[in-house]
Structure formats: structure tokens, C-alpha cells
């Protein structure tokens, strides 16, 4: 970690802008967040939409159940554009297996909540393992997804976007206290101290 933050000039610059590179081991959990989103995102809906469905809208509701993934993701490898890079393959994964029914809006969807999340953890740097950060990276990014399908793909009245935005940023609270779950489970079988895939702060 000292290595990383003595660097200096524009090289150092960059490295602190776009963080270490990614190794094969992050790749590799990263795609493996991603994957565990997408899978949960095919089980979750349709059991909340049996639930809920009559009372509450189902997408808004299970947003955090998908976004979770992204802050679990990026806490526990580290890596500063963790979250873009779990979107980036989930808007792949979707486009190409036709996950979900938003064709090509896959990319600014998936891409947006995923930057989301990265610029909520770099803003609250020094906390990205408290409790705090995930919760607001998750309900941050699950409000994002649920406007820009909400407002812009389906074009909803205005009162329905808000509500869908409030129960969405509830459900993005629950997920990101079980992400939080997940990154202190990590850090107790791991340790927090190797950092998961990577030492560089996050």
C-alpha cells in the first residue's frame, strides 16, 4: 500500500484515479458478483412477484437484491471500478442471453447503477467496509435503475417514478446492509487484511 501511495507525477495520477490494475483473481471474482446478480435477479422477481405483486411494485422492491451484489463486489476486491466492471458484464451476459427485456438499454442501465456504486465508495473512501457506505452505495444505485427504467424505458408519470424511487431506495437499504454482511464474512474467513484480490485501498 505504501508503494502505491508514494507514487507521484501523472503517473501517479492515474494510478490513484483508475486504482491497480485488475489481475486474473479479480476478474474472476468480479465476474463471479456478476454472476451470482443475474442469478439472483431470475429467482428474486418472480418470488416477489407472487408476494407483492397486487400491493407494491415488484422491480423497485428487489432492486437491492440485484445492486447488493455490485457493493459486495466492490468491497471486497477493492478495485476502485469494481462496480462498473460487474455491470459491464452483466449488460454483456443480458444482451447475449437475453436476461431481463431491456435490449440494448442493458448497457446504460447496468453501466450506470455499477458507476454508481464505484463513485459512492470513492467518495466515502476511508469507510468502505462500515456498514454506512454499502448501504448508501446500494440504495443509491437501486434508485438509479429504477428511475432510468421507470422515467426513461417505460416513460411512467412523475408520481409513479417517486414512489417507485422511495420503495426502491428501501429495498437498496436492506440489500446493502447483506452486502455488508457479506464483506464482514469475507474479512472473517479471509482476513481484511489481504485485502481480497487486491491491497490497495479502496
Not at 505504501?2 to 503517473?11: F, K, L, P, T, V
Not at 476478474?27 to 422477481?45: D, P
Not at 447488493?68 to 444482451?95: H, K
Not at 427485456?101 to 463513485?119: E, I, M, R
Amino acid at each position: 500500500m505504501g508503494a502505491y501511495e508514494s507514487e507521484s507525477g501523472s503517473h501517479g495520477a492515474l494510478r490513484k484515479l483508475y486504482g491497480p490494475p485488475l489481475t486474473l483473481h479479480g476478474i474472476v471474482y468480479l465476474s463471479l458478483f456478476a454472476a451470482l446478480g443475474l442469478a439472483v435477479k431470475q429467482i428474486a422477481y418472480p418470488l416477489a412477484a407472487i408476494a407483492t405483486a397486487p400491493f407494491i411494485p415488484v422491480s423497485p422492491l428487489v432492486a437491492g437484491a440485484y445492486m447488493m451484489w455490485l457493493s459486495a463486489g466492490r468491497a471486497i476486491t477493492g478495485y476502485r471500478w469494481g462496480g462498473t466492471f460487474i455491470g459491464l458484464v452483466q449488460a454483456f451476459v443480458s444482451l447475449l442471453l437475453v436476461f431481463g427485456k431491456h435490449g440494448a438499454f442493458n448497457f446504460p442501465l447496468y453501466l450506470s447503477t455499477g458507476l454508481a456504486v464505484d463513485l459512492v465508495f470513492l467518495l466515502y473512501t476511508p469507510l468502505g467496509r462500515t456498514l454506512l457506505v454499502p448501504v448508501i452505495a446500494t440504495s443509491v444505485s437501486s434508485v438509479i435503475g429504477t428511475v432510468l427504467v421507470v422515467w426513461v424505458e417505460l416513460e411512467m408519470p412523475v408520481q409513479i417514478v417517486a414512489a417507485s424511487a422511495l420503495i426502491s431506495m428501501c429495498g437498496g437499504a436492506i440489500g446493502g446492509f447483506a452486502a455488508h454482511q457479506m464483506i464482514r464474512l469475507h474479512d472473517r474467513v479471509i482476513g481484511k487484511e489481504r485485502g481480497g484480490t487486491n491491497t490497495a485501498p479502496t
